[in-house]
Structures are given as C-alpha cells and as structure tokens.
C-alpha cells in the first residue's frame, strides 16, 4: 500500500473503500476497494476530501483491511452464526437462530488487546432473532501484520470461539397458583395470562395451570405432581414475600429441592425464588411481575430455555446493571438492565 496525489492516482488500483457521508440521509460506500481509478473519479474523489489516495502496493506479511475481517469472523464465529463478506473493510456476525447470544468475555478482551484488532459486539445474553446482527469485526488501519491475525487465530483454537447463539430447548412448563384469595375465588387471577404469554414466546410446552390454597402441603403436592408429569420447569405464583403467611418458599422447600437463591439485587424482582428439584427448575415469582413488564424473571427465562445451569453466584453478578429505570416504553433487552 502506497500514498500518492489523488491526480497521480489514475489507473491505479484503491486498496480500500471510500465511504460518502451525507448528514441525515446516506452513509455508504462511494468506490469500492480493487476499484481502478479514472479520471473521471477524480473530481468525485477530491469532492470527498481525497487529496491523497492509498493504492495497493502487496508487501510481504501484510494483509489488507478485507482479508484481515475475513479471517476473524471466521476464528470468532461458533454455533449457530455466519458473516458478511467484508464492506468499508468491515464483516457482520449475525445468528442463524432464534436464542441467546454467549460471549467468551475474557477471550474477546484478549483478541480485542492484540494489535489492529477490533470487535464490538452485542452484549453477553442477549436474546436474539433469526438474522440478528451481532458483531462488527475489522481491523482499525487498512493492512496490518500477518503475526496479529495468527495470534488471534491461535487464541481461538486453543480458547475456543468467542460468539455462539446457544437454541431455545422445547420445555414442558406448568404454573401453580397460590392464595387463598384466588383459589376460593374471591378475585381473579391475573399471573396466569402472563406467566404463559412469556412461556409462549419461548414455545414451551404448557402442561397446565394449577390453583392452591395457602398451604405448604397442598403446593408441595402439586409440585411433586408436575414434576411426576416430566415438567422441566414449574413457575410458582404468590405467596413469595416475607410475611408469615407467605408459604410458597417453605413449600419449594419442603419438596425436597436444592435452593439456589431466595432473593436477588435485581429491581424489580427482589424476593425472587430459584430452586432445582433433580432437573426441574422451579421459580418462586413475586408479585411485581404482573405490574411490571420486565423484571428479573425475563432475565433468567432465557438462559433456562437454553439449557443453562444457574448457580449463587450468577445473580450477584446481576446487581450490576440489576436496577431497572421502568421506561414509558420498555427496551428490554436493548438496555443496560442486569447486563
């Protein structure tokens, strides 16, 4: 690659792309790199700004903008995503599926302190779209060294690949309903309709609704039921504060399975119930989920239908960025909440 007078350029091949800019209506690509220089380009080019112009001059061990973002896509790219061939010296991961993009956060930071490299990307667990647009890879110059791309390649296969979209599995969910109040009828449930709405948009299998009294006995019985009938997640409703008669905790409790956090720093969702009765994932679901649209159980909702095995330590983690500002118009995932 060489610098030379835009007047002097004429006939030589552009060994980049030269993007247009016009405020409020286009950004895109004016001349394409490999594209031979004219002399009627040359007004166009100085019209852009292009006083100097780099044409391609191939040295041994340096590889050019294209190439560079070729080859990185390609070593960062697991499951379940493809690239772009390169545009403005820069290629596009996108998922091939319906899930939850994963990031290997300390490798990206290792490839993204390597020379010239640069990736930016959607955040870990965001749930995604067939055609998801997820990372933008390229190098910052237009060519670097042959030896920053084999470091970054040699990371990856010793490290493994830094993005995959990990599939929604097909579950078998149940709810069980507690309260008194409801199950005599005094009111109407109003955590069915959005318990299954969200249960739907993950296409699981909906095994039933079931009502309970405020009694451990009678909500320990239907959870030993639903688990009986192969569900992989039963979602319990109400009863999940601190008050003495609040028994769906004890309950979960009772029927034998392992707790893996009663509360959680996240807002809204602070009395939130996780549990694991052998492989059945139970949720103890506080109150706030029908009045706000997004809480910590939207959090945790999809990296269950992935497969994902919660531990303690994943939801301390979430007090970070667990504080939700309950937007007129809820963003969610397109925001910082429990990111």
């Not at 969200?198 to 009502?211: N, R, S």
Request: charge should be positive.
């Amino acid at each position: 690659m060489k610098k030379v007078p835009v007047e002097k350029a004429i006939g030589m091949m552009l060994c980049h792309d030269i993007t247009r800019i016009t405020p409020g209506e286009f950004k895109g690509r004016a001349f394409k790199k490999g594209h031979i220089i004219q002399k009627e380009d040359i007004e166009k080019l100085l019209e852009l700004g292009k006083e100097q112009i780099y044409v391609w001059e191939p040295k041994t061990g340096e590889i050019h903008e294209d190439e560079a973002a070729l080859r990185i896509a390609q070593a960062v790219s697991g499951e379940n995503i493809n690239y772009d061939e390169p545009k403005e010296g820069k290629s596009t991961l996108k998922s091939t599926e319906r899930g939850l993009l994963k990031i290997n956060s300390n490798l990206l930071y290792r490839i993204n302190s390597i020379k010239d490299i640069s990736i930016a990307s959607l955040p870990q667990n965001f749930i995604v779209e067939r055609g998801q647009k997820l990372a933008g890879v390229r190098i910052i110059p237009l060519t670097t060294k042959e030896e920053n791309l084999t470091q970054l390649e040699d990371l990856c296969q010793k490290k493994g690949k830094v993005f995959e979209i990990k599939k929604y599995k097909k579950l078998k969910a149940a709810l069980i309903t507690t309260g008194n109040e409801i199950y005599k009828k005094r009111i109407q449930d109003k955590f069915g309709p959005v318990m299954r709405k969200k249960l739907e948009f993950f296409k699981a299998q909906y095994l039933g609704q079931t009502f309970c009294p405020d009694d451990i006995e009678e909500i320990k019985k239907e959870i030993l039921h639903y688990k009986q009938q192969g569900a992989d997640l039963i979602i319990l409703t109400g009863g999940m504060s601190v008050d003495p008669d609040d028994l769906t905790p004890g309950a979960i409790r009772e029927s034998g399975a392992k707790v893996v956090t009663y509360g959680v720093p996240v807002q809204p969702g602070n009395m939130f119930m996780m549990a694991y009765l052998g492989d059945t994932v139970l949720l103890g679901v506080p109150g706030c989920a029908m009045y706000y649209r997004t809480t910590v159980l939207d959090v945790v909702l999809p990296r269950i239908f992935i497969g994902e095995v919660l531990n303690k330590e994943d939801f301390i983690k979430m007090g970070e960025g667990g504080f939700c500002l309950n937007c007129e118009v809820c963003r969610y995932p397109q925001c910082f909440f429990c990111r």
